[in-house]
């Protein structure tokens, strides 16, 4: 799985959680899930445990709280399937 | 030091949660997940932990030693009256209105007694962001006996954050003042919490 695939499977799964859907018609990897999509803290907490499911790894609460941006958890789907 | 955090008991997103085995897995310490298989309002029951676990995130993260936000390591007593994280213990108080549809934690550093907490409804559409800095200001001008545009609430820039900002402060023709304050908002409500002294 290349890096665009995961991007676009990544912003599917945020998709539903996002409070600000007009910053999704600007995503990139620099965007902020909390801060520009505003996915609030409980609704990341699914996010995660869909990341989880649909890319079969498991992401540690330190990697979850580690990821700031939507290319960060990009990069870390991707480490993960190294 | 203080922390708050409110919950929309009625947005529809939060309605099955309590029947997830993964995300309680993820959220709760086994004490809590005992303790939340006996109670007969499990959602209710759910979300007031959960806000008491961010209630309290957003108390350690004032501390000063850096936190990783694991919920399952903020650990809530059986009574709803404290959480406790590695060696701090903060203290508790829940208040649940299930007709207006909210939870409400505030958590305390011990030995602070005089602090103020209140839930406001805003209107759809409303910046709850903005409205939650209106409600505590407003609150903050009366009991400091000053007007209101003599106050501000600011979040100072802290590199690493989730937002590269630390948690707000209260100042007073621009200075802090020993108030220490937090803020929440979820769905149709704003909330404030307030350590005066
Ligand atoms: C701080 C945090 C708990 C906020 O939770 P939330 O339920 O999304 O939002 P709330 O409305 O309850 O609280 C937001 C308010 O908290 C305050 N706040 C922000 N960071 C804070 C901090 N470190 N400490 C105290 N208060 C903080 C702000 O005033 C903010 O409101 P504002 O942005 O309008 O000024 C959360 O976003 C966070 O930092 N998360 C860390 C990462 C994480 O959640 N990891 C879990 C991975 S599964």
Known sequence: MDQQEVFTKVVGILKPFVKAPEALATVSMETSVLKDLKVNSARLVDVVLEIEDTFGIAVTDAQADSVKTVGDAVNLILAAKA | ?197
Request: glycine share 6%; charged share 25%.
């Open chain 2, 1 to 197: 030091m203080i922390g708050d955090d409110v919950v929309d008991l009625d947005d529809p997103a939060i309605a099955a949660h309590h029947l997830r085995p993964r995300f309680l897995d993820r959220v709760l310490h086994p004490s809590e997940r005992a303790a939340l298989s006996a109670t007969r309002s499990p959602k209710v029951f759910l979300w007031s932990l959960f806000a008491a676990k961010e209630a309290t995130y957003k108390l350690v993260s004032k501390l000063g030693t850096p936190v990783i936000f694991a919920h399952a390591e903020f650990v809530v007593d059986d009574g709803f009256r404290s959480v406790r994280h590695r060696d701090v213990e903060a203290v508790l108080e829940i208040e649940t209105d299930v007709a207006r549809g909210f939870t409400h934690a505030v958590a305390r550093t011990a030995g602070s007694s005089r602090y103020q907490r209140q839930v406001e409804a805003i209107p759809v559409g409303a910046d709850a962001s903005r409205e939650a800095r209106q409600a505590l200001l407003r609150a903050m001008a009366a009991q400091l006996e000053c007007a209101p545009s003599e106050l501000i609430i600011e979040r100072a820039p802290k590199p690493g954050s989730w937002d590269g900002f630390g948690p707000p402060r209260l100042l007073r023709h621009g200075v802090p003042t020993t108030v220490d304050v937090s803020l929440s908002h979820d769905g149709r409500f704003v909330s404030f919490a307030a350590q005066l002294w």
